[in-house]
């Protein structure tokens, strides 16, 4: 090989340095290119989301509709600071006043077979909370509620015990899982270290 203009110094150069110079230039230039989000790219990033360790005992269908429903408002009269991924946990029981609810918001009731009960059936991510009464009120909610609703979130309610106010947790990031059964409890619990939740099947 022999000499060439490098087009960079104009200078005349030895080619074979040239021609590595020029490859390294290539990769020089596509490697700091970030790479487009892909939906590929962004599940994968979903399920790099650290396991949870804590978990939270709903009541039937609510469970399901953090899951699957797009409800993204948890409403609870506590809120101690927590936030990071919380494991769902669908007790026992079934809530039947939340037809109601439903109906009232055209949500599609689940069909039997859909609903686990006493397993944890996936994860969310819990971003904030904020007090209710921080919350403006809408008047279309009527004589259904008369706590509600907000313009957070057509699945955020009022009511306090005591003179607890309501609390709306912020819900993001419902990742359904294969359903792992076990016991729930009150309050946030520790998901037993053998619990391992898997968000590949669904
Ligand atoms: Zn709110």
Redesign the pocket.
Known sequence: MGDVLDPRSYAFVNAQTAAAQAERDLFRNIEPTPAAPTPLGMVLRALRTDPPTKAITLHQPWAWALLHAGKD?ENRVWWKGFTGELAVHAGKEMDLSAITFFVKWGIPWPDKDALVFGAVIGAVTVTGA???A??VRTSTWGHLHPEGP????KW?QGGATGDKPMM?W?ITNPRPCTPVPCRGFQKLWNLPTGVVLDFTSK
Not at 150 to 153: A, D, L, R, V
Request: hydrophobic share 25%; net charge negative; aromatic share 8%.
């Open positions: 408002i904020h007090n209710s921080a919350c907000y313009t957070c979130s955020a709306h912020d």
